[in-house]
């Protein structure tokens, strides 16, 4: 009996095209896998009913940025029953807003680089604009201003000069009410994926031929040199693998994720994103790192959906 | 393995596509086409307005009387009888043109990349309006020139700085400008620059290539010479029926002196042997009798209402420290902003709001335009056309609030 599922993909976030991106080639390797599978975009039409209509035994959530990742759609899929792949809904929610996400990473000592939050509220009504100069002295130069919730690197910007914050931070609010300053980690990028039921994949290092992994270098083929596994050596990569599944575990995540991770000068490793619905694009990096580990993208794909069909 | 390449042709591209990428705009626009959002992002022309009879009438007459041409192979230059039909727009504007001169392209895009292809090596200096039409710049950088930027003002583009750029030694292959109705800045121009710029290039035996999709969505004011009218030996001129008649059809052409004009033909034969002749048929009946003409002028005043809309909507919602170009025609607003709005940065909260611009980074070469959007009037009806600026005018005025409190 073929088991009948749908691949959620789209959304109404930035993000959308990558979702759409991940979710076709998703939906074609579980067809290929002998599932009856149809895509279902969230942002088309009525999604609950569409879901309904559909009857399927379980989701695979290729969508990525708000509502996706957020917990929004997990707590949806939850009320359903429906069983869905990837993380549940609180976990989602604290680990897509980074601002949580770092506030439970420091709090169990996972490593990641010294940061400070500049929320729009606080700017708008707390006056708070005078604490950027602070943040500076906390964290150092340079810096890496992203907004708390998006994904892809948008609206990331890297500070050389104290002078160029105010800007960062206006750019990142555009895309989220709130912004993350970070110190910026000089090193190696590495990333790391989790498949629940496999051992560790290999690491996957990542050379962007501009020297910045901006949106552009993670979507143009060939714009990235991928090095899986990493060319570190192994006592590094084996505490990078260890940092990021600490970071996995204090955020409570399920099934699959990746955690981007730095390097520094003195070889020790730095948690600087996680994510709970890693991409499954032609250029993604979770399928770099299974297929480095010996299992190509529609074995990944079939894998990754047995973990929510078991739990029917 | 050591290297992990997901596309493993990384080292084969030609070096022209390296401006070719993936774009965090482009992304944010696969959400802006959503119909919840109010797009003043693309130039589309209102084929709604567009009498569906009147065109199925013209589509089935082509496939009963013409079936055996329109179905078939075609000349490279286009059926003659079009090329007459296109000649009568242009003497619509007062420009004379022979058909014999002309070479009819998938769109006038299909124009600008054969002559780019006909006339640009690597590293050739050619000069463009700053800011420029995207598209043209996209067309032209496969073939990697050099541009010379000539910064533009209410009356098009400054001749002067171009003037400038001759005396500095600046030797460039050719000058491409949209005289009327400037897309994106919306500015025409004026009367006397035409001339200089027209006297300047013939001196100095620099072409130019006058691109003209707009010339006949004029709401008000006089009709300006085209370039072509004044000087046929040393102006390339570029046409389309996309914004008189349909942009579906892919009609378009350049008129050009013979040596170029052989060039662009056989260019034109290299890139596709010839234009899809249903579609070009249905073009020249559409162009046969005279009802084009009341569609027209219907399209016409419709994007004249619709530019009204969006000048007091701007007027009344933007906030005082921006300035905007006000057309004559065309489809699109210009808009400067103080200095400190970054307009591909705030694309992604005007999407969350429901509303969509192009940055004002898509029409410069080297990464200006930062504080400047164009804003297209010419697809949203009115009432969307207000909301659409009330929400980027709430935008703007959040945004300013946001900068004063991280400024001190």
Known sequence: ?312 | MAEFDVDPYADLYARRTAGMSASEVRALFAVASRPDVVSFAGGMPAVQALPTDHVTEVVGSVLAESSDVALQYGDGQGPPGLRERLAMLMAEEGTPADPADMVVTTGAQQALDLLGKVLLDPGDPIAVEAPAYVGALSAFSAYEPRYLQIELDDDGMIVDRLEEALVRGERPKLVYTVPNFHNPAGVTMSRARRERLVSLCREARIPIVEDNPYGLLRFEGEVEPTLRSMDPQNVIYLGTVSKVFSPGVRVGWAVAEPGVLQRLVLAKEAADLCGSNLNMLVTERYLSDDRWRSNLERLVETYRRRRDVMLSALAERFPADATWTRPAGGFYVWVRLPGYLDTPSLLAAAVERRVAYVPGTAFYPDGRGRDRMRLAFCYPPEERIEAGIRRLGELLEDEEELYRSLSG
């Not at chain 1, 000592?109 to 602070?134: K, M, S, Y």
């Open chain 1, 1 to 312: 009996m073929t088991e009948r599922v749908a691949v959620l993909a789209g959304g109404r976030s930035p993000e959308r095209e990558v979702s759409l991106r991940s979710g076709h080639r998703v939906l074609t390797a579980l067809q290929a896998r002998g599932f009856e599978a149809s895509l279902i975009d969230p942002s088309e039409g009525p999604f609950v009913d569409n879901l309904s209509a559909a009857r399927v035994s379980a989701c695979y959530v290729a969508l990525h940025g708000k509502e996706g990742e957020d917990g929004t759609v997990q707590r949806l899929l939850e009320l359903l029953g429906i069983p869905y792949t990837g993380t549940p809904p609180l976990a989602c929610e604290l680990t897509f807003d980074k601002v949580l996400a770092k506030e439970m990473l420091d709090a169990a000592g996972v490593a990641t680089p010294p940061w400070a939050a500049v929320q729009e509220d606080a700017l708008r009504d707390l006056a708070a604009g005078p604490v950027l100069p602070r943040i500076v002295e906390r964290t150092g130069l340079p810096l890496v201003v992203k907004p708390s919730r998006a994904g892809s690197a948008m609206g990331l910007s890297f500070v050389q000069d104290e002078r160029e914050l105010p800007q960062a931070v206006m750019n990142a609010l555009s895309f989220a009410d709130a912004a993350v300053v970070e110190r910026k980690i000089v090193g190696p990028e590495v990333a790391v994926g989790m498949l629940a039921g496999t051992g560790p994949l290999p690491l996957v290092e990542i050379v962007p031929r501009s020297g910045v992994f901006d949106y552009a270098a993670r979507y143009t083929p060939g714009a990235t040199e991928y090095h899986a596994p990493a060319r570190l050596p192994p006592e590094i990569a084996s505490a990078c693998q260890a940092e990021a599944e600490r970071a996995f575990r204090t955020l409570g995540l399920r099934d699959v994720a990746r955690a981007d991770v730095m390097v520094d000068g003195g070889g020790r490793p730095w948690i600087v994103d996680v994510n709970v619905s890693p991409g499954m694009t032609d250029t993604s990096l979770l399928p770099v790192a299974a297929r480095a580990g010996g299992i190509g993208f529609e074995e990944l794909c079939e894998r990754v959906l047995r973990l929510a069909l078991d739990r029917a």
